[in-house]
T-cell receptor, first 115, second 113 residues
Framework: DAGVTQSPTHLIKTRGQQVTLRCSPKSGHDTVSWYQQALGQGPQFIFQ???????QRGNFPDRFSGHQFPNYSSELNVNALLLGDSALYLC??????????????FGEGSRLTVL | GNSVTQMEGPVTLSEEAFLTINCTYT??????LFWYVQYPGEGLQLLLK?????DKGSNKGFEATYRKETTSFHLEKGSVQVSDSAVYFCALTPRGGRRALTFGSGTRLQVQP
């Protein structure tokens, strides 16, 4: 049973560029959340997708957008990259029922470096 | 808003020593509380959880008790091993719905043989 898979694992962009990160959730999971983890910090919630809709959003600007596909996979897009966007981007999947609240399964992340 | 405060690391212990990593939280209502662990080169993994006051979560020899009166959820282990070396994150989510996790900043544990 494959866990959460993310791609690419590493990428380097320059300021002003755009990036797309991809995530496939754990088999059977229908909810995908994205987190940003700066070096030496805890993950910060970006947004969550369920039934192809953004259900909740953290304190991130509109430059951060996402999408969920019918097969539950998801993309995170970041436009007009800033140096401060350099971080590890984590995808987490879960079941959208109340019994599993907070039990997230995380991928290993996509390491974004903005130069 | 919700927040989680963890003791700063790194915490360096010898094998078989007793471990405590402090975690306190601020939240409205009664959140669910979690400890996640990040081993080197791996993704975050749920270690244990507690969903109501006085609940004790436990897993792999680790324990944490949900203390509403002190708004704390300290992680403990009686005898650490080298394989426990990792970064530990305390986290909370508000009760009800598909709520996002709020994480602490993490505590790095280094266990020496």
């Amino acid at each position: 049973d494959a866990g959460v898979t993310q791609s690419p694992t590493h990428l380097i962009k320059t300021r002003g560029q755009q990036v797309t990160l991809r995530c496939s959730p754990k088999s059977g999971h229908d909810t995908v959340s994205w987190y940003q983890q700066a070096l030496g910090q805890g993950p910060q919630f970006i947004f969550q997708y369920y039934e192809e809709e953004e259900r909740q959003r953290g304190n991130f600007p509109d430059r951060f957008s996402g999408h969920q596909f019918p097969n539950y996979s998801s993309e995170l897009n970041v436009n007009a990259l800033l140096l401060g966007d350099s971080a590890l981007y984590l995808c987490a999947s879960s079941l959208g029922d109340l019994n599993s609240i907070g039990e997230l399964f995380f991928g290993e992340g996509s390491r974004l470096t903005v130069l | 808003g919700n927040s989680v405060t963890q003791m700063e690391g790194p915490v360096t212990l010898s094998e078989e020593a007793f471990l405590t990593i402090n975690c306190t939280y601020t939240a409205t209502g009664y959140p669910s509380l979690f400890w996640y662990v990040q081993y080197p080169g791996e993704g975050l993994q749920l270690l244990l959880k507690a969903t109501k006051a006085d609940d004790k979560g436990s897993n792999k020899g680790f324990e944490a008790t949900y203390r509403k009166e002190t708004t704390s959820f300290h992680l403990e282990k009686g005898s650490v091993q080298v394989s426990d070396s990792a970064v530990y994150f305390c986290a909370l989510t508000p009760r009800g719905g598909r709520r996002a996790l709020t994480f602490g900043s993490g505590t790095r544990l280094q266990v020496q043989p």
